[in-house]
């Protein structure tokens, strides 16, 4: 969608919710960032732009949790908005509106959505087969039920996957299941679930993707599209933290109902606040914008279900789904042995925020590319780019006016057009901010710099004796820093505001860049920004892994019963090389690889074993590693276990990796030089 500069517009934008289960971390910032600067730089240009949010409360993990801690789910959630409203905002995530799922709000919303598409015929049930415990008479969610991984054999592994070797599987494939609340081994049992006909709305979301995201995410999700869509169980039975379904007495919405609900939800609190009505902005006709910011692990719920659900409700569909990919430290998945999986608390403990909000900047393009938060380059382009050519102009500017001559601008130097061509390139970063391509807006604000401070140089004020000469020199160097200060306000709104305090003015708006300040006081010179120190990046780091550490010491031991059967990766003991040898270790190269989209935790590879020879392999690596990554790669794996039937089709080995699980996981490759089909001696 194309905007001119001078057309008013009324936008609703939200992030994902963020899991009331943990805290916040540099993996979400990347998210809110992103769209932090986007409502920033709307508003800026005068445009009613409302940021909204809210905390994700409800489900299994939810509940399980509170009860480890002895408190009510209630209580837990609630702690949890406390500590991720302060995080955002010690970030400067500016949104106007931040709730929860839990709210009354939401549960009347989620009754309208369930209603009305149960009138039309979107809504049916049936009978599916559960786990039960007789001890404490009630179905078990997947995270009820534990037992030892049908996979790896690693003994007290919860029922819908194993924290050793990442495989996924249904609570029933346990061996010995027991109930997680008293041991009891469970019992089939049927209930009735309640499904939503997705597949009612196949085809007007084929034709909704297309127009509203982007091309790559378009034509994967379309793959969906060449067999009919799957009912979508929307219910969950008791115990269960949620709201209840009308009418169905046991049975609650199933989180990833309420979940989104909360975009609208969130919007009713705010408008009702402001005496407008939801259907401003929500409503069917509406004609205003609507941008959902998030990650690439959830987009067939925003680009499925979602629009699916607001079809069959009678509200409006986004304008955009706009989607960004996962952010790597050091050129590796996140990882929280090696502290970098670093919580956003953490990181305020040690570094500025506006750095982070300006590395992330300078990345940022619109693109679902993964990026790489390399802390060598954090520091270098901070300490280059942001302090040594953008902020050390206004301390050059300023700090000399302070000291010599009274705290006041002056006229400008009628020798140069360098505020010209400041000006000039405003049009071309407003497109860069309306596009999302934060790196591109970046990167030529860096380019001024680079011109004043040239500039700057050639002048060499400090050396003149002309003191008029320097007073118009240092009024033109300040000019053109408060310039490159509202260029960046987007991204650095608290540097922003300095600078407006520095010179007696207001909030910058957008078209402040286009005025000059000659012949007036300024205040004195305040140290806008500090560098980067190397050792509190390494404190930083060091602070994340003793955190984790504690954590894992925290942990309850396995009972010993469970402890005398090894894990997976625990020792078991000296073996002959003939053991070795019945092992089949092989090099095999990555031809295709991609998600399952029904599954959290796995990756479908077809892989090259032998010079034209292939194999399917489903691997649990899906939280550590994006697909497009591993394609051409080579890698070890076991060729000779017995192939297994999976749900999603026949695993034919196993992608060998080092790490605890989860997305700390690191797939192993051979040396350079090693050739495909190789046995590893």
């Given at each position: 969608m194309l905007h001119t500069e001078n057309s008013k517009r009324k936008i609703i934008m939200t992030c994902a919710l963020p899991y009331a289960n943990g805290p916040i971390h540099l993996g979400h910032m990347l998210e809110h960032i992103e769209a932090d600067i986007y409502a920033r730089f709307q508003k800026m240009c005068g445009h009613e732009c409302i940021f909204l949010c809210a905390d994700d409360t409800h489900g299994t993990?939810?509940?399980?949790?509170?009860?480890?801690?002895?408190?009510?789910?209630?209580?837990?959630?609630?702690?949890?908005?406390?500590?991720?409203?302060?995080?955002?905002?010690?970030?400067?995530?500016?949104?106007?509106?931040?709730?929860?799922?839990?709210?009354?709000?939401?549960?009347?919303?989620s009754e309208v959505f369930y209603e009305r598409?149960?009138?039309?015929?979107?809504?049916?049930?049936?009978?599916?087969?559960?786990?039960?415990?007789?001890?404490?008479?009630?179905?078990?969610?997947?995270?009820?039920?534990?037992g030892t991984c049908p996979k790896c054999k690693s003994p007290g592994q919860y029922g819908d996957s194993c924290d050793v070797c990442a495989s996924t599987y249904s609570p029933s494939d346990l061996i010995n299941p027991?109930?997680?609340?008293?041991?009891?081994?469970?019992?089939?049992?049927?209930s009735d679930h309640i499904f939503f006909k997705l597949n009612n709305f196949k085809e007007e979301l084929k034709k909704w993707l297309p127009h509203h995201t982007a091309p790559e995410v378009s034509k994967k999700m379309m793959e969906w599209f060449n067999e009919d869509l799957r009912d979508w169980d929307i219910s969950r039975d008791e115990p269960y933290f949620g709201f209840q379904i009308p009418g169905e007495p046991g049975k609650y919405f199933y989180v990833w109902v309420d979940a989104p609900m909360g975009y609208v939800s969130a919007a009713q609190q705010y408008l009702s606040k402001q005496g407008r009505e939801l259907s401003e902005f929500w409503g069917k006709d509406s004609k205003t914008e609507c941008y959902h910011f998030i990650g690439k692990d959830i987009v067939y719920f925003h680009t499925?279900?979602?629009?699916?659900?607001?079809?069959?409700?009678?509200?409006?569909?986004?304008?955009?789904?706009?989607?960004?990919?996962?952010?790597?430290?050091?050129?590796?998945?996140?990882?929280?042995?090696?502290?970098?999986?670093?919580?956003?608390?953490t990181y305020l403990n040690h570094l500025d925020p506006q750095f982070l909000r300006y590395y992330y900047a300078t990345k940022i393009n619109g693109s679902v590319d993964d990026m790489d938060l390399n802390l060598d380059d954090f520091q270098s382009r901070v300490n280059s780019d942001l302090v040594g050519k953008i902020v050390n102009l206004g301390s050059r500017g300023a700090q000399m006016l302070n000291k010599k001559f009274g705290s006041s601008l002056y006229d400008l130097d009628p020798s140069t057009e360098i505020l010209k061509e400041l000006q000039s390139k405003q049009a071309q970063i407003h497109k860069h901010y309306d596009e999302r391509d934060f790196a591109k807006a970046t990167t030529l604000i860096r380019e001024l710099a680079d011109s004043v401070n040239k500039y700057f140089d050639e002048k060499a004020p400090w050396k003149s004796t002309d003191e008029a000469e320097v007073k118009r020199v240092l009024t033109t160097t300040l000019n053109a820093f408060r310039i490159l200060a509202i260029y960046?306000?987007?991204?650095?709104p608290m540097l922003a505001t300095k600078v407006s305090e520095l010179l007696k003015e207001p909030e910058y708006q957008w078209t402040d860049a286009q005025k000059i300040l000659t012949n007036q006081p300024i205040n004195a010179y305040v140290h806008l920004v500090q560098r980067v120190d190397a050792d509190k990046v390494k404190s930083m780091i060091e602070e994340q892994k003793a955190q984790f550490a504690a954590q894992e010491a925290a942990k309850p031991k396995k009972a010993a019963a469970q402890a005398a059967a090894p894990a997976a990766d625990a020792p078991v003991g000296v073996i002959g090389i003939d053991d070795f040898n019945k092992v089949d270790l092989r090099v095999a190269t990555v031809l295709e690889a991609e998600a399952i989209p029904e599954a959290d935790k796995l990756l479908k590879f077809k892989v090259e074993v032998e010079p034209g020879q292939t194999r399917q392999i489903i691997s649990g690596i899906k939280l550590a590693y994006d697909p497009a990554t591993l394609i051409g790669r080579q890698i070890l794996i076991v060729a000779n276990l017995a192939p297994r039937k999976m749900k999603f089709g026949m695993s034919e080995g196993m992608i060998l990796c080092a790490g605890e699980g989860g997305s700390d996981l690191f797939v192993l490759s051979p040396d350079k030089g090693a050739k495909t089909g190789q046995k590893v001696k």
């Open positions: 993990p939810i509940m399980i949790k509170a009860r480890e801690l002895g408190v009510k789910p209630e209580d837990y959630v609630a702690q949890s908005f406390k500590d991720h409203t302060r995080d955002f905002a010690d970030f400067a995530i500016g949104f106007d509106h931040y709730g929860s799922t839990h709210s009354e709000e939401n549960k009347k919303l598409l149960k009138a039309k015929g979107h809504i049916h049930k049936k009978p599916i087969e559960q786990l039960y415990c007789n001890h404490d008479k009630m179905f078990l969610p997947d995270r009820f039920v534990k027991g109930c997680s609340i008293c041991g009891t081994p469970p019992v089939k049992k049927e499925l279900f979602w629009p699916a659900l607001l079809q069959g409700a009678d509200f409006r569909t986004p304008t955009a789904v706009n989607v960004h990919g996962h952010v790597m430290v050091n050129g590796e998945k996140m990882s929280k042995s090696k502290g970098t999986f670093i919580n956003a608390r960046l306000k987007p991204v650095l």
